[in-house]
């Protein structure tokens, strides 16, 4: 959920490029492309597209191809759904109700953070619906934003041991005691601290070894947010920034202990970062000509998405950077601008819009997965003849990759 915060801001600032007219300019027959290397399914509604401001986001896909989200319409949520290749889109709850991952297991984890409908975290399935977990005192103050495998959620809550109210008896939110938490079950709500210097806390996502990412700042904005790796028996490690960078966020973690996230300047000179077993910090790079990239996602294979100045993008195993643009058929009229998801059979979840549609304004959420490489034709250019080169090696080079991977069935 902390990446949507990210992406939103991404997707609202969205133009609208034509992906044709970038490759026509690099010399390149659009038609003579080497290769369509994914199947791309629309996953978005169209029965809120017209009440602005709108907006519809995918928070967790797991090894099913299992997917979850929820639409945002007047800043206000709407139904949550969730959506698997066999039932298609159905609701989660009505109202309020934030999914923002979904494990093997197909437990979602959700949370609500409402005055008028009340505010709690928990983990739904379609059987059971809502399991709720131990709260905090206060409102707005509590959400589940990750589950693994095993069951555990990660997300943030505040640990006020009571209420404090005001000379005029309004309750007051001590931002204060806004922690980084994991439930372990119901009912074991572990409070994981604060970086020395901050007093705030947020956990992103946590592994299947019970690692824990995610990030840790000052109320009062004294000190830039700076990433964090949680684990039972370290505790809570900076994980530092870029150099002349001041801020730092973990987005995701893998089963190997590598973190993606970016690293910043007070917002600007945004770069994709990975901690490498959460010690070593690399810079990711950004796409030729671009001055920014973030990362949200990454898989056990070691695979990453994110974007690159308004592309999406994905970085492979050996950290090689590619436009998923280049990737994907041009005549499908899709241009892609940011991937917010990876599972471990590679399947991503991508954020763009289609230039052939009647509303080519609206920014759809598109459902990526790999299929296997058509006949290349023969490019006219120098630049295509390179492009189908680096396309089937990276091809090559995924699907020995995966083959090796443990993935779930």
């Keep these: 959920m902390l990446k949507m915060k990210s992406l939103k801001t991404t997707i609202k600032n969205l133009g609208v490029v034509s992906s044709s007219a970038v490759l026509v300019s690099l010399g390149i027959n659009t038609s003579a492309m080497a290769a369509n290397f994914y199947n791309i399914t629309d996953l978005s509604s169209d029965e809120y597209a017209n009440h602005a401001p709108f907006g519809e986001y995918a928070t967790g896909i797991n090894d099913k191809g299992q997917v979850v989200g929820y639409v945002e319409v007047h800043n ?19 109202g309020v109700t934030v999914p923002t991952a979904i494990n093997n297991a197909s437990q979602v984890s959700v949370f609500r953070s409402t005055t008028d409908y009340g505010s709690w975290s928990g ?14 005192i206060y409102p707005y103050s509590i959400a589940a934003y990750d589950i693994n495998n095993v069951g555990q959620v990660v997300g943030f809550s505040n640990f006020s041991s009571e209420a404090i109210f005001d000379e005029d008896g309004q309750l007051i939110f001590p931002e204060t005691q806004d922690h980084a938490v994991l439930w372990n079950s119901s009912t074991d709500r572990i409070d994981l601290g604060t970086l020395p210097g901050r007093d705030r806390s947020y956990a992103s996502a946590i592994n299947d070894q019970g690692q824990v990412v995610g990030y840790s700042d ?20 900076d994980l530092g920034t870029l150099s002349g ?52 996602g990454i898989n056990n294979v070691g695979q990453i998405v994110g974007t690159s100045n308004a592309k999406a993008v994905l970085w492979d195993e050996d950290f090689n950077l590619t436009d998923l643009n280049t990737l994907i058929d041009p005549s499908s009229g899709w241009t892609l601008y940011s991937a917010s998801e990876i599972n471990n059979k590679g399947q991503i979840i991508a ?13 759809r959420i598109l459902l990526l997965t790999p299929r296997t490489a058509e006949p290349v034709p023969e490019p006219i250019t120098m630049g295509g003849t390179l492009l189908g080169g680096v396309g089937l090696a990276y091809l090559r080079r995924r699907q020995r990759r995966l083959r090796s991977a443990k993935v779930a069935g």
């Design 76 to 94: 206000r949520f709407k139904p949550s759904w969730f959506w698997s290749p066999e039932t298609g889109k159905i609701s989660i709850a009505t």
């Design 123 to 136: 983990v739904w399935t379609r059987n059971t619906g809502v399991s709720f977990l131990d709260n905090s």
């Design 218 to 237: 000052t109320s009062e904005g004294t000190a830039g947010a700076h990433a964090f790796l949680w684990n039972e028996n370290t505790g809570i490690t």
């Design 245 to 296: 960078r001041n801020r730092s966020y973990a987005q995701d973690i893998n089963n190997a202990g590598q973190i993606v996230g970016y690293s910043d300047n007070d917002g600007r000179n945004t770069r994709a970062v990975l901690w490498n077993e959460g010690t070593d910090i690399i810079d990711l790079g950004t796409l030729s000509g671009a001055n920014n990239s973030a990362a949200y």
């Design 351 to 363: 954020y763009g819009n289609n230039l052939t549609a009647p509303d080519t304004y609206l920014v």
